[in-house]
């Protein structure tokens, strides 16, 4: 049965982080627990091995590899043996982000959501430099809270998103 988790973005904020914490519970490979969300999910694997269970198939994860996973895409993140596995996730309201960004322009903001919302992805670092390098920026800015990080998160995931839309075609 899918679950359906709901999260709720601080007030002035598109993106959730959740930093830090070993976020993966152990799961029955026979019959994982698929789950969705109401935002965009971004996951960053710090550490550890196992599985990811997305739409399109399930992909073997380990430190470096990254997650896209759209709002209300069924997925699981099972851990492999005995590993301890952490994570790094951000969760960010899409429309409302491009909705804020691109007043008056709501066709640009759908086509854009739509291509967002489009694929859920497994990626790796390594063969993903600049989307890596811009999710890692969001994850430290997010972790560092320095002055301007907000805004500094903004201009990260407005590229991030771009991109991502670019990628959908």
Same mark, same amino acid.
């Given at each position: 049965s899918d679950l359906f988790r709901y999260y709720e973005l601080p007030r002035d904020s598109y993106v959730l982080p959740m930093l830090g914490g070993s976020w993966?519970?152990?799961? /029955?490979?026979?019959?994982?627990? +698929?789950?969705?969300h109401n935002l965009l999910e971004i996951g960053y694997c710090c550490q550890g091995e196992g599985e990811v269970i997305l739409e399109k198939g399930v992909y073997p994860y380990f430190p470096e590899t990254f997650t896209i996973i759209p709002r209300s895409s069924p997925h699981a993140t099972l851990l492999g043996g005995n590993e301890k596995s952490q994570w790094d996730?951000?969760?960010?309201?899409v429309d409302k982000f491009l909705g804020? +960004?691109?007043? %008056?322009?709501?066709?640009?903001?759908?086509?854009?959501?739509?291509?967002?919302?489009?694929?859920?992805?497994? $990626?790796?670092?390594?063969?993903?430099?600049?989307?890596?390098?811009?999710?890692?920026?969001? *994850?430290?800015?997010?972790? %560092?809270?320095?002055?301007?990080?907000? /805004?500094?998160?903004?201009?990260? +995931?407005?590229?991030?998103?771009? *991109? $991502?839309?670019?990628m959908a075609g």
């Open positions: 993966i519970r152990r799961s /029955e490979h026979e019959n994982p627990e +698929l789950h969705y996730y951000l969760f960010v309201d804020d +960004l691109y007043p %008056g322009r709501s066709r640009f903001v759908e086509e854009t959501t739509r291509r967002i919302n489009q694929n859920s992805y497994f $990626l790796t670092h390594s063969a993903n430099p600049v989307l890596g390098d811009l999710v890692q920026g969001m *994850i430290q800015e997010m972790w %560092g809270k320095q002055e301007f990080y907000q /805004e500094s998160v903004k201009g990260y +995931l407005r590229a991030f998103l771009m *991109i $991502l839309a670019r």
